[in-house]
């Protein structure tokens, strides 16, 4: 193969392993990529060259060595949420314009230990508020497929680069959807692990019930490979969960005979775009012939999901973004008064969208405001959860659309707020849960925009919707096709 972008990372890993390709032939290849392509892509805050060759070379004298981690020598980015030690972490956002952090994030530190080469640090919407990267404070991310469309968000740099090439796998975050939208609008994987599956430890908080770090990558067994690294309990993070992590690439036999799929009534509803429909349908009647069972079920409450959301989201927004008021964490304007600088730190250094979602979480948590919305939807939630817990007594994983359409294009909802929040209808129901979620391409629409195929599993069910994901992949060609770059 001449270009060694168009590899998996599963593929790359056996290439490395047998010495047919090196480490930093693979990097250099890479950021040759990125050099080329992401002036008109934008996925790439931060490009961290000199690092990734450096990691290139301790790899191939690693893998000389005989050394076998799983990322040895596997160029990855990393979303800008994620703290980085000494590398710049704005999470998008002008409030942290210049800060470094000291440490460095669970997840991407298990990747460093594993031997990933670190590529740098990817575009998102500010504090992951957005579903298209559109709210980033300095530059704007395009779908490799049609930049003239959104990569979605929040974690549009993560996706846009594994489409693009520019990596063979990325770090993202979700948390009402942000890795699986993206991911069904860039025509890559995009894998929401279970709540407490993954350490949060380092991941900048935006809703810290919902909030959960995880791969975009090309296949999945790609996806696969890099929970494996990253999912498992740690003592930093109190949410963290103590169970077992299995062996996720065990799961990928390829056979599904017998697994019991359900398909919910309400993920398929008026307005939504034919060729998602007709997609996400054809796909459901490909896991029925590879042997599934086919179930139709019901999670009736999944249409409070969405207003549920918008209060608990924005809640724990408030209270996660007071930090940044130039006094005590972030950005510092000085206007010599104390309410002078918070007002001037914070009016210049949010974007609108965290400014309206700021407000929204205060008015809910405010007096006399608490129990009517905070502690209605958190009741709500509880139905949700409920929803899923039963219709997993009925069936092994659920089938639905990713999103209701294709990638929109740029402007098209920045002027109506309610109607970019509705591109997450389907995605927030299994992050109110705390559920795992993949998306996996299942067809394009008619304008050569990719679909996605969304895949729910239990609380710590990540197996079964690996498992699911992985034969309906090798049943089809969606996921080997790539985008042409200008």
């Given at each position: 193969?001449?270009?060694?972008?168009?590899?998996t990372l599963t593929q790359a890993r056996a290439l490395l392993k047998k010495r047919e390709i090196s480490a930093t032939e693979l990097a250099q290849e890479?950021?040759?990529?990125?050099?080329?392509?992401?002036?008109?892509?934008?996925?790439?805050?931060?490009?961290?060259?000199?690092?990734?060759?450096?990691?290139?070379?301790?790899?191939?004298?690693?893998?000389?060595?005989?050394?076998?981690?799983?990322?040895?020598?596997?160029?990855?980015?990393?979303?800008?949420?994620?703290?980085?030690?000494?590398?710049?972490?704005?999470?998008?956002?002008?409030?942290?314009?210049?800060?470094?952090?000291?440490?460095?994030?669970?997840?991407?530190?298990?990747?460093?230990?594993?031997?990933?080469?670190?590529?740098?640090?990817?575009?998102?919407?500010?504090?992951?508020?957005?579903?298209?990267?559109?709210?980033?404070?300095?530059?704007?991310?395009?779908?490799?497929?049609?930049?003239?469309?959104?990569?979605?968000?929040?974690?549009?740099?993560?996706?846009?680069?594994?489409?693009?090439?520019?990596?063979?796998?990325?770090?993202?975050?979700?948390?009402?959807?942000?890795?699986?939208?993206?991911?069904?609008?860039?025509?890559?994987?995009?894998?929401?692990?279970?709540?407490?599956?993954?350490?949060?430890?380092?991941?900048?908080?935006?809703?810290?019930?919902?909030?959960?770090?995880?791969?975009?990558?090309?296949?999945?067994?790609?996806?696969?490979?890099?929970?494996?690294?990253?999912?498992?309990?740690?003592?930093?993070?109190?949410?963290?969960?103590?169970?077992?992590?299995?062996?996720?690439?065990?799961?990928?036999?390829?056979?599904?005979?017998?697994?019991?799929?359900?398909?919910?009534?309400?993920?398929?509803?008026?307005?939504?775009?034919?060729?998602?429909?007709?997609?996400?349908?054809?796909?459901?009647?490909?896991?029925?012939?590879?042997?599934?069972?086919?179930?139709?079920?019901?999670?009736?409450?999944?249409?409070?999901?969405?207003?549920?959301?918008?209060?608990?989201?924005?809640?724990?927004?408030?209270?996660?973004?007071?930090?940044?008021?130039?006094?005590?964490?972030?950005?510092?304007?000085?206007?010599?008064?104390?309410?002078?600088?918070?007002?001037?730190?914070?009016?210049?250094?949010?974007?609108?969208?965290?400014?309206?979602?700021?407000?929204?979480?205060?008015?809910?948590?405010?007096?006399?405001?608490?129990?009517?919305?905070?502690?209605?939807?958190?009741?709500?939630?509880?139905?949700?959860?409920?929803?899923?817990?039963?219709?997993?007594?009925?069936?092994?994983?659920?089938?639905?659309?990713?999103?209701?359409?294709?990638?929109?294009?740029?402007?098209?909802?920045?002027?109506?707020?309610?109607?970019?929040?509705?591109?997450?209808?389907?995605?927030?129901?299994?992050?109110?849960?705390?559920?795992?979620?993949?998306?996996?391409?299942?067809?394009?629409?008619?304008?050569?925009?990719?679909?996605?195929?969304?895949?729910?599993?239990?609380?710590?069910?990540?197996?079964?919707?690996?498992?699911?994901?992985?034969?309906?992949?090798?049943?089809?060609?969606?996921?080997?096709?790539?985008?042409?770059?200008?």
């Amino acid at each position: 193969m001449t270009n060694l972008t168009e590899l998996t990372l599963t593929q790359a890993r056996a290439l490395l392993k047998k010495r047919e390709i090196s480490a930093t032939e693979l990097a250099q290849e890479t950021l040759d990529q990125i050099a080329a392509h992401d002036g008109a892509i934008g996925a790439y805050l931060t490009v961290t060259g000199e690092r990734a060759l450096a990691d290139a070379a301790a790899a191939d004298k690693a893998i000389a060595a005989g050394d076998d981690r799983p990322m040895l020598g596997i160029p990855l980015g990393i979303k800008d949420v994620l703290s980085t030690t000494g590398i710049e972490t704005t999470c998008g956002s002008k409030i942290l314009e210049g800060y470094k952090p000291v440490y460095t994030a669970t997840s991407v530190k298990k990747l460093e230990d594993a031997g990933m080469v670190m590529l740098g640090k990817l575009n998102m919407d500010e504090f992951a508020m957005g579903s298209s990267t559109e709210n980033s404070a300095y530059k704007r991310t395009t779908n490799p497929w049609n930049t003239g469309r959104v990569p979605g968000g929040s974690s549009g740099g993560s996706a846009a680069a594994v489409a693009a090439g520019m990596a063979l796998g990325t770090l993202g975050t979700d948390t009402g959807g942000s890795i699986r939208q993206p991911g069904a609008f860039c025509g890559v994987v995009g894998l929401k692990p279970s709540y407490g599956r993954v350490s949060r430890y380092g991941l900048v908080a935006f809703g810290s019930s919902l909030d959960v770090a995880g791969p975009l990558t090309k296949t999945v067994a790609d996806a696969a490979a890099i929970l494996q690294v990253i999912a498992g309990h740690d003592p930093l993070d109190a949410t963290s969960m103590d169970v077992p992590v299995p062996d996720y690439s065990a799961a990928l036999t390829g056979d599904i005979r017998g697994l019991r799929v359900g398909v919910p009534k309400e993920y398929f509803i008026d307005g939504m775009q034919p060729d998602v429909e007709r997609s996400t349908r054809e796909a459901i009647a490909q896991l029925k012939a590879l042997g599934a069972e086919i179930v139709e079920i019901s999670l009736p409450h999944t249409e409070y999901a969405l207003p549920v959301y918008y209060i608990i989201a924005p809640a724990e927004a408030s209270a996660n973004l007071a930090r940044y008021d130039g006094i005590r964490f972030g950005k510092r304007i000085d206007t010599g008064d104390m309410w002078g600088t918070y007002k001037a730190t914070r009016g210049q250094g949010f974007g609108s969208e965290v400014k309206r979602r700021i407000m929204l979480g205060t008015y809910a948590l405010s007096a006399g405001y608490y129990d009517a919305y905070y502690g209605k939807a958190q009741q709500v939630r509880t139905l949700l959860k409920r929803d899923f817990d039963e219709a997993f007594q009925q069936v092994d994983v659920i089938a639905a659309p990713t999103t209701p359409k294709t990638a929109f294009p740029f402007g098209a909802n920045t002027s109506d707020p309610l109607q970019m929040y509705l591109e997450d209808v389907f995605t927030l129901p299994a992050s109110m849960a705390g559920v795992p979620g993949m998306s996996v391409p299942c067809g394009f629409d008619q304008d050569g925009l990719p679909i996605g195929l969304q895949l729910i599993g239990p609380a710590f069910g990540e197996e079964n919707v690996l498992r699911a994901g992985h034969a309906y992949e090798q049943a089809t060609e969606w996921h080997r096709r790539v985008p042409v770059l200008g």
